[in-house]
């Protein structure tokens, strides 16, 4: 069974003041929620579990969910309005609303793309225990993921402020390729027991580097458009991106 969780918490304090009254997942581009877009993607990829986590105005989300019939799919809502949980604490929690013997495709709410899902999901069937959506773009943030010539994970900086993290001294030395995190990636099941020793809070990127000498965590470099709608002016932008690939949403 192909399964999805979608992270919908955020704050979006970046998208104030839409998001003061509304959470980030229901922020409108050409007319449709940004999880309503990305949920109907991840439908037409051939997705049928969907975990979805809600926070800031979670009974918004679940409100427009129950209003949309689930959009057809099995959607369960991994609930974290007592406390905001990071990326991975997110994935830890919905670990109980998942199968546990398939591969999860986690997916960012503001992220639209035109990325292959699918072909993303096949690469996580392999050995690779976690798989990244990486291209070769320019981060506006200076932060990069670094991988070594097989496109496995070996460290991360942030050329801003020159700082490098990561499970080898020498990443810089080894790397190959650097790339910006795109928000999308399929997390294999096998890596579940190792969140038990962490908090319930943390980020996805401190595990992925934690594990990453011992485990495959590795890039799949794609020629793909992405559009973070996580600030106002990204939002024109994405407006213009859904116009120029509706083929990629179904609309």
């Known amino acids: 069974m192909k399964q999805a969780l979608v992270l919908a918490a955020g704050l979006g304090t970046r998208l104030k003041p839409l998001t003061d009254t509304t959470p980030k997942a229901l922020v409108t581009v050409g007319g449709f929620a940004l999880l309503e877009l990305n949920l109907r993607r991840l439908q037409a990829a051939g997705f049928e579990r969907i975990a979805v ?5 979670g009974q918004q989300v679940i409100d427009f969910l129950r209003e949309h019939d689930d959009f057809g799919m099995d959607i369960r809502i991994s609930d974290e309005r007592d406390e905001l949980l ?4 997110a994935i830890k929690k919905a670990r109980t609303l ?13 992220i639209l793309s035109d990325i292959d899902l699918n072909k993303l999901y096949a690469a996580a069937q392999t050995s690779v ?3 990244l959506a990486i291209s070769k773009r320019t981060s506006a943030s200076g932060r990069y993921l670094l991988f070594d010539s097989r496109q496995k994970l070996v460290g991360w900086t942030n050329e801003r402020t020159g700082e490098v993290r990561g499970p080898y001294a020498d990443a810089l030395e ?9 928000g ?7 890596l579940f027991p190792l ?12 595990f992925y580097l934690n594990i990453s000498r011992a485990h ?36």
């Open 98 to 110: 998942l199968d546990t013997d398939s591969p999860v495709l986690i997916h960012n709410v503001d």
């Open 184 to 190: 999308i990636h399929v997390f294999h099941p096998s």
């Open 129 to 131: 225990h976690t798989t």
């Open 216 to 251: 495959e965590v590795c890039g799949l470099l794609e020629d793909f458009h992405l559009i973070d709608v996580g600030k106002l002016d990204s939002l024109s932008a994405a407006e213009r991106f859904l116009q120029d690939h509706r083929s990629s949403y179904f609309f």
């Open 195 to 206: 969140m038990d020793a962490w908090p319930s809070k943390f980020s996805i990127i401190d």
């Open 86 to 89: 990071d990326t991975g604490g």
């Open 174 to 182: 080894r790397t190959a390729l650097k790339a910006p995190f795109a």
């Open 53 to 57: 986590n809600i926070h800031h105005f």
